[in-house]
């Protein structure tokens, strides 16, 4: 009974396929090897399997019904069965719509966005826009953990960077200063590259990195990442100790106070637009996959790099340090120049002459003016 229900399944089922090639109303569907690997198409098949069988198995028992929706059942009618209604609602096409018309307008829309691409490598195609949440997705339980264990990284190098200076002086924990300049750096990277990684997935592998591809560029790495930190501790270790055994730091608001909150503040929303503006293009030095030149990129080339220069100035502001200001920004601007021309040179081999003319009509740091 099994050979003879299989049998008279793939009968029905190639009956079903020459009607196909004929393009009749009863098997719409287009016989191409695109189409066959539709999702649609394979639910269709799967669907008329479970009809073939459940159709033989009326059979055997005495009963004929229609074995597949829309076909001519062996009575002569070609009405489908009053359980198939729903499935030949959801697949059958608009009216005056081709059969499988959804596909071909996503085939259409796709290559408009491709042609347009070509021309304009600053616009961003639909596949583009939704990577990044494609890529984010998976697992909702991995995602959580992942996005606590970027949070705790940050916790340990900020309490390492603000919070460890002032605990080497006895009592230094109890002034409120670390705690609001630990709380000003956790907003700012939480988010910028924190919310980054988490939302558009890892960064460029490092081998990838053009910062890191020779050795001046590796050195420069290193002496920023070493110098910046160690300016960071000393502005916050002199800070506390003067606070605790000098009365050179006043208990009300002064200048610097408010330079420094001022700061911290301006670089921390620059920071978070720039960052939500550039998307998965917020990466180490390597081609980006879109030319960003919306938002505050319309007006700079860098606001991060801007965002990041501003932090630090206004961070020794606020510790009442302009020597330290000043030398965390000139080490900015020191390495910065050799990193936005190395952007430079990586961007312009991936957009050409678009490249050269937005680097013409916008400024690197600041509107209209640096």
């Known amino acids: 009974m099994q050979s003879h229900r299989i049998a008279n399944c793939f009968e029905k089922e190639r009956s079903c396929l020459g009607s196909v090639s004929k393009r009749t109303t009863a098997c719409p569907l ?12 394979t639910k269709l098949v799967r669907f008329r399997n479970s009809k073939c069988l459940a159709a033989n198995d009326n059979s ?7 074995s597949q929706p829309g076909l001519p059942s062996p009575s002569g009618s070609s009405s489908p069965a009053p359980n198939d209604d729903n499935f030949a609602r959801v697949w059958k096409p608009p009216p005056g719509e081709p059969p499988l018309w959804w596909v071909e307008k996503f085939e259409a829309r796709r290559k408009a966005e491709a042609e347009r691409k070509a021309e304009d490598p600053a616009y961003m195609t639909t596949q583009e826009r939704v990577a990044p949440a494609a890529a984010s997705g998976g697992n909702p339980v991995l995602r959580f953990f992942a996005t606590v264990l970027q949070f705790l990284q940050l916790l340990l ?18 002034l409120a200063k ?9 907003l700012f990277f939480g988010a910028g590259s924190v919310f980054r990684v988490v939302r558009h997935g890892k960064l460029t592998p490092r081998k990838q990195d053009r910062q890191v591809a020779s050795w001046a560029g590796r050195l420069a790495f290193a002496a920023f990442v070493l110098v910046v930190p160690l ?5 916050m270790y002199r800070y506390v100790g003067l606070a605790l055994y000098t009365d050179r730091i006043p208990t009300c608001t002064t200048l610097y106070d408010i330079v420094g909150g001022v700061g911290m503040l301006v670089a921390t929303v620059l920071n978070a637009v720039a960052a939500s503006e550039l998307g998965a293009s917020y990466d ?4 980006p996959p879109a030319l960003v030149t ?3 990129y319309s007006y700079m080339q860098h606001p991060i790099y801007t965002s990041y220069m501003l932090l630090f100035f206004s961070v020794g502001m606020w510790l009442h340090s302009a020597p330290t200001a000043i030398a965390m920004l000139l080490v900015c601007a020191l390495y910065y120049r050799g990193r936005t021309a ?29």
Do not use: C, I, W
């Open 30 to 41: 287009r016989l191409n090897s695109s189409v066959l690997r539709h999702p649609a198409h």
């Open 284 to 287: 180490r030095v390597a081609a």
């Open 157 to 174: 190098v900020l309490g390492l960077l603000l919070l460890l200076p002032a605990a080497m002086h006895d009592g230094g924990l109890s």
């Open 294 to 296: 919306s938002g505050p």
């Open 178 to 186: 670390p705690y609001t300049t630990f709380a000003a750096y956790l």
């Open 342 to 370: 190395l952007e430079a040179r990586v961007l312009e081999e991936a957009f050409g002459g678009h490249y050269r003319e937005y680097a013409q009509r916008t400024r690197k740091y600041l509107p209209f003016l640096l």
């Open 231 to 235: 300016l960071h501790m000393y502005g």
């Open 60 to 66: 055997d028992e005495g009963t004929a019904k229609p």
